[in-house]
Protein backbone atom coordinates (compact mmCIF):
# COMPACT_ATOMS: atom_id res chain seq x y z
CA UNK A 1 0.00 0.00 0.00
CA UNK A 2 1.63 3.20 -0.83
CA UNK A 3 0.80 6.22 1.73
CA UNK A 4 2.17 9.76 1.63
CA UNK A 5 3.02 9.94 5.19
CA UNK A 6 4.76 13.32 4.98
CA UNK A 7 3.20 15.69 7.79
CA UNK A 8 1.66 17.93 5.13
CA UNK A 9 -0.16 15.02 3.64
CA UNK A 10 -3.55 16.26 1.74
CA UNK A 11 -5.33 13.33 2.55
CA UNK A 12 -7.15 12.77 6.28
CA UNK A 13 -9.58 9.76 4.67
CA UNK A 14 -10.05 6.37 7.42
CA UNK A 15 -7.72 3.50 6.38
CA UNK A 16 -9.20 0.12 6.47
CA UNK A 17 -6.85 -2.90 7.42
CA UNK A 18 -8.26 -6.48 6.43
CA UNK A 19 -7.33 -9.71 7.37
CA UNK A 20 -8.74 -13.07 6.39
CA UNK A 21 -7.98 -16.59 8.55
CA UNK A 22 -8.68 -19.94 8.03
CA UNK A 23 -7.77 -22.73 10.56
CA UNK A 24 -8.44 -26.67 9.23
CA UNK A 25 -8.48 -28.63 12.18
CA UNK A 26 -6.79 -31.95 12.45
CA UNK A 27 -9.08 -34.81 10.93
CA UNK A 28 -10.13 -37.06 13.73
CA UNK A 29 -11.57 -39.52 11.50
CA UNK A 30 -11.94 -39.36 7.53
CA UNK A 31 -13.05 -35.79 6.88
CA UNK A 32 -11.46 -32.38 8.55
CA UNK A 33 -13.18 -29.07 9.32
CA UNK A 34 -12.65 -25.49 8.09
CA UNK A 35 -13.45 -22.58 10.11
CA UNK A 36 -13.01 -18.52 8.68
CA UNK A 37 -12.96 -15.46 9.52
CA UNK A 38 -13.06 -12.08 8.52
CA UNK A 39 -12.53 -9.05 10.14
CA UNK A 40 -11.67 -5.41 9.40
CA UNK A 41 -9.95 -2.50 11.40
CA UNK A 42 -11.34 1.26 9.85
CA UNK A 43 -8.49 3.68 11.65
CA UNK A 44 -10.29 7.19 11.18
CA UNK A 45 -7.82 10.12 10.70
CA UNK A 46 -4.92 7.76 10.26
CA UNK A 47 -2.47 10.71 8.88
CA UNK A 48 -2.71 12.22 12.27
CA UNK A 49 -2.02 9.14 14.23
CA UNK A 50 0.78 10.10 16.94
CA UNK A 51 1.04 6.37 18.31
CA UNK A 52 3.72 4.60 17.51
CA UNK A 53 1.54 1.26 17.55
CA UNK A 54 -1.75 0.23 16.92
CA UNK A 55 -3.57 -2.67 17.49
CA UNK A 56 -7.49 -4.30 16.54
CA UNK A 57 -9.97 -5.51 19.00
CA UNK A 58 -9.35 -9.38 19.59
CA UNK A 59 -11.16 -12.26 17.33
CA UNK A 60 -10.75 -15.98 18.21
CA UNK A 61 -10.50 -18.40 15.43
CA UNK A 62 -9.87 -22.46 16.06
CA UNK A 63 -9.22 -21.97 19.69
CA UNK A 64 -6.59 -19.29 18.90
CA UNK A 65 -7.33 -15.24 19.83
CA UNK A 66 -5.65 -12.99 16.99
CA UNK A 67 -5.53 -9.58 16.39
CA UNK A 68 -3.94 -6.92 14.02
CA UNK A 69 -1.03 -5.03 14.98
CA UNK A 70 -0.13 -1.86 13.12
CA UNK A 71 3.17 0.45 13.15
CA UNK A 72 1.77 3.72 11.00
CA UNK A 73 5.40 4.56 10.45
CA UNK A 74 6.65 1.20 9.92
CA UNK A 75 8.38 -1.07 12.56
CA UNK A 76 11.42 0.75 12.14
CA UNK A 77 9.55 3.98 12.29
CA UNK A 78 11.28 5.46 9.10
CA UNK A 79 8.21 6.73 8.18
CA UNK A 80 8.41 5.40 4.37
CA UNK A 81 6.12 2.52 4.81
CA UNK A 82 3.30 0.77 7.26
CA UNK A 83 3.64 -2.64 8.89
CA UNK A 84 1.04 -4.52 9.56
CA UNK A 85 1.51 -8.26 11.52
Not at 30 to 53: H, M, W
Not at 72 to 82: K, L
Amino acid sequence: MDLDLSPDAPNSDPVEVGAKMLAIEAPQAAQSSEVSLLFSYVIPDFFAIEERRLTSEWHELGGFRWRILLFPRGNDDSGQHVSVF
